[in-house]
């Protein structure tokens, strides 16, 4: 083997993809984008690139986000997308066709799963596997998943939260629910509109949450102030928003999340609900960034709750520990369709 890789794992997001290549580590990040130009069906752009084009193209260029709440929406262009990802690090393994390792959302058919595995051969894999998130996320996260005690994991990403129990290396309860960091920037977006009659696109509505985003009103206010086009004059406007309000605005989306929690807490077995009381539940994905949102969800259920280490990458640090132990965990994570 050498110097090439012939593995390399993707976690594909709805925002965000990550590519992991064994002994290197993340050797990309980018937001999962792609813009296509519409007479000759081209894609023109993906990742970064594209992303700086959303709701700034002429007609003729469309931007998607080929994955809808963590699965394919739209073949073509998801399978450019795992090109273009496949062939950006192409120059770690020459000339090898890589085995492939994707996660996917738990709630996810098997009909979505093999679409993830063809578009990956399509786009240029020798060979693909995938994996179920949750699991990815708490391994990533470093809990011990083939330990007979119960760990809870809530990944919180862009188009779907997974909430898992694991114990012995396999969910034992759990759920995937469509809401998630896209769902508060779109409920920040309609606040604004509705408060202030200011129309603000998904980027800057995701800045705000970035910025300001709490889980619950606090006593100490931050502002963050913001531009967008009111919709009475049509013009360019500035307005000042606080943390508070923010709160406010994303409040359904985190009570949401807490009920998908609350309802794999009544599924589990009362042994590992004792298990997890002890040790809490780990909140991972990019939703654990939002500030005091574990402080919320510790309130509302009653049990501890922890944000993983650098929860961004718990997912593909996952794929990471799995690929370069694939013979350990094909038995056990991954399904062959």
Same mark, same amino acid.
């Given at each position: +083997?050498?110097?090439?890789?012939?593995?390399?794992?993707?976690?594909?997001?709805?925002?965000?993809?990550?590519?992991?290549? #064994?002994?290197?580590?993340?050797?990309?990040?980018?937001?999962?984008?792609?813009?296509?130009?519409?007479?000759?069906?081209?894609?023109?752009?993906?990742?970064?690139?594209?992303?700086?084009?959303?709701?700034?193209?002429?007609?003729?260029?469309?931007?998607?986000? #080929?994955?809808?709440?963590?699965?394919?929406?739209?073949?073509?262009?998801?399978?450019?997308?795992?090109?273009?990802?496949?062939?950006?690090?192409?120059?770690?393994?020459?000339?090898?066709?890589?085995?492939?390792?994707?996660?996917?959302?738990? =709630?996810?058919? @098997?009909?979505?799963?093999?679409?993830?595995?063809?578009?990956?051969?399509?786009? =240029?894999?020798?060979?693909?596997?995938?994996?179920?998130?949750?699991?990815?996320?708490?391994?990533?996260? =470093?809990? #011990?998943?083939?330990? @007979?005690?119960? %760990? +809870?994991? *809530?990944?919180?990403?862009?188009?779907?939260?997974? *909430?898992?129990?694991?114990?012995?290396?396999?969910?034992?309860?759990?759920? @995937?629910?469509?809401?998630?960091?896209?769902?508060?920037?779109?409920?920040?977006?309609?606040?604004?509109?509705?408060?202030?009659?200011?129309?603000?696109?998904?980027?800057?509505?995701?800045?705000?949450?970035?910025?300001?985003?709490?889980?619950?009103?606090?006593?100490?206010?931050?502002?963050?102030? *913001?531009?967008?086009?009111?919709?009475?004059?049509?013009?360019?406007? %500035?307005?000042?928003?606080? @943390?508070?309000?923010?709160?406010?605005?994303?409040?359904?989306?985190?009570?949401?999340?807490?009920?998908?929690?609350?309802?794999?807490?009544?599924?589990?077995?009362?042994?590992?609900?004792?298990?997890?009381?002890?040790?809490? +539940?780990?909140?991972?994905?990019?939703?654990?960034?939002?500030?005091?949102?574990?402080?919320?969800?510790?309130?509302?259920?009653?049990? #501890?709750?922890?944000?993983?280490?650098?929860?961004?990458?718990?997912?593909?640090?996952?794929?990471?520990?799995?690929?370069?132990?694939?013979?350990?965990?094909?038995?056990? *994570? +991954?399904?062959?369709?």
């Amino acid at each position: +083997m050498g110097f090439f890789v012939n593995k390399i794992a993707i976690d594909l997001g709805t925002c965000n993809s990550l590519v992991f290549v #064994p002994k290197r580590g993340i050797v990309l990040q980018e937001p999962s984008v792609v813009a296509v130009s519409k007479p000759e069906n081209k894609i023109m752009a993906v990742g970064n690139e594209a992303k700086l084009m959303i709701g700034r193209t002429p007609e003729s260029i469309t931007v998607y986000r #080929p994955m809808k709440d963590g699965v394919i929406a739209d073949y073509k262009v998801t399978q450019a997308m795992l090109r273009y990802f496949i062939a950006k690090t192409k120059g770690f393994f020459g000339f090898v066709k890589p085995e492939v390792l994707i996660s996917v959302p738990v =709630g996810s058919t @098997s009909t979505e799963r093999r679409a993830v595995v063809e578009a990956a051969i399509a786009a =240029g894999a020798r060979a693909a596997y995938v994996a179920k998130e949750p699991i990815l996320a708490a391994i990533g996260a =470093g809990i #011990p998943i083939n330990a @007979s005690e119960g %760990n +809870m994991i *809530i990944n919180v990403g862009g188009g779907t939260s997974e *909430i898992a129990v694991i114990a012995l290396g396999g969910i034992v309860t759990g759920t @995937s629910i469509r809401i998630a960091g896209d769902k508060m920037d779109e409920k920040i977006a309609e606040f604004i509109k509705k408060e202030y009659n200011l129309a603000v696109g998904s980027q800057s509505a995701e800045e705000i949450k970035i910025k300001i985003g709490k889980a619950f009103p606090q006593k100490k206010e931050e502002f963050f102030e *913001i531009r967008g086009r009111d919709l009475i004059s049509g013009l360019p406007r %500035n307005i000042k928003l606080s @943390s508070n309000e923010i709160a406010k605005a994303i409040n359904d989306v985190c009570l949401e999340i807490i009920d998908g929690v609350k309802m794999v807490l009544k599924e589990t077995p009362p042994e590992l609900s004792a298990d997890i009381m002890n040790k809490g +539940m780990i909140l991972s994905g990019g939703g654990a960034l939002l500030r005091s949102l574990n402080q919320l969800i510790a309130k509302s259920t009653g049990v #501890p709750c922890f944000v993983a280490e650098e929860p961004l990458y718990c997912v593909v640090k996952g794929t990471g520990v799995v690929l370069e132990n694939l013979d350990l965990y094909k038995k056990s *994570i +991954m399904a062959k369709k």
